[in-house]
């Protein structure tokens, strides 16, 4: 941490260049959570869960989107947050809170009745849909091999937010054509009345959340997004990452056609908003390679 007051830490900020930091100056997760703060948008609602899916809304709240209200599942609206909390639960994430309630006034007032537009989720699976697993793994429901957590808030977050962004380490046993057990819907659902896969849009007609789903999945790997059929594709490889270790990682066949190329890099002022400003504690990101000089010597 910085022996630098709050106020001095604000006056550096605003002369630290916006020009794009060098390979060895950022760390991956670093380069993860700029990359959901950048998801964010400044009229947004966000549900958010603990670890990078804090970074990146309070990054993007410091950043270029102040007006973004979060939301903690634990009952904590548009919180004001000086320092990144241990958890949904942590009394930090109350500062300057509009309202401290409980589950039922995130999920029934704000959630369930469509007013959040963003949602930050992990999982331990995802399909080529976006469609989500963090039940079960192998063998059936009933006796799988590996009972997971569970859905949580995943599943109605999921559904019913408008925009989901997904947090994810990426392994070939985790990205597969389709998942064994769907907790979280992606742009393909079971039709419980045809008893058949469609299309979200179709199997959801008529629901206010037929157009809520996936719109992005961050990895250690690469960035992701969706075409118009719902079908997962690459658009960018981080750093150092070629395509064919991303498709060697993916247990379908990855479209790479519409890659744009390398993640962008984080600014060293996005950067240095994280480190000082948002986890100085280094409770997610404890790894955090040195600034360039000029930066050093404002610190």
């Known amino acids: ?95 300057m809170a509009s309202t401290l309630g409980g589950l039922v006034d995130t999920f029934a007032y704000y959630l369930q009745r469509g007013y959040v537009s963003l949602g930050f989720l992990g999982g331990a699976a995802i399909d080529q849909f976006g469609g989500v697993n963090v039940t079960c793994l192998g063998g059936n429901y009933f006796k799988p091999d590996n009972r997971l957590t569970g859905s949580g808030g995943n599943s109605d977050i999921g559904t019913m937010a408008k925009r989901t962004v997904f947090i994810m380490l990426q392994e070939k046993r985790r990205f597969v054509e389709r998942n064994e057990y769907t907790t979280t819907p992606g742009w393909w659902c079971w039709d419980w009345k045809t008893r058949e896969w469609k299309p979200k849009r179709e199997a959801l007609k008529n629901s206010p959340f037929a157009d809520c789903g996936p719109e992005a999945v961050v990895t250690n790997m690469g960035i992701f997004r969706f075409d118009e059929k719902g079908i997962m594709y690459l658009e960018s490889c981080h750093p150092g990452v070629t395509i064919e270790k991303i498709k060697n990682n993916c247990n379908f066949d990855i479209n790479t056609s519409m890659l744009k190329g390398e993640t962008r890099y984080p600014t060293y002022r996005e950067l240095f908003v994280l480190r000082e400003f948002v986890d100085p504690e280094l409770i997610f990101i404890s790894e955090r390679p040195e600034y360039p000089e000029e930066i050093r010597n404002l610190l």
Do not use: Q, W
């Not at 991956?28 to 703060?37: K, T, V, W």
């Not at 603990?50 to 309070?58: A, K, Q, R």
């Not at 209200?69 to 500062?95: F, N, Q, W």
């Open 1 to 95: 941490m910085s022996s630098k007051s709050i106020e001095e830490l604000i006056a550096i900020s605003e002369i630290i260049s916006d020009e794009p930091a060098k390979i060895g100056e950022f760390a991956l997760p670093e380069l993860m959570a700029i990359a959901c703060s950048r998801e964010v948008k400044d009229s947004d609602i966000v549900f958010a869960g603990t670890g990078l899916p804090m970074v990146g809304i309070m990054t993007a709240n410091l950043l270029h989107a102040p007006h973004a209200a979060l939301i903690y599942e634990a009952g904590i609206c548009d919180g004001k947050t000086m320092h990144t909390p241990m958890s949904v639960c942590d009394g930090r994430a109350c500062y």
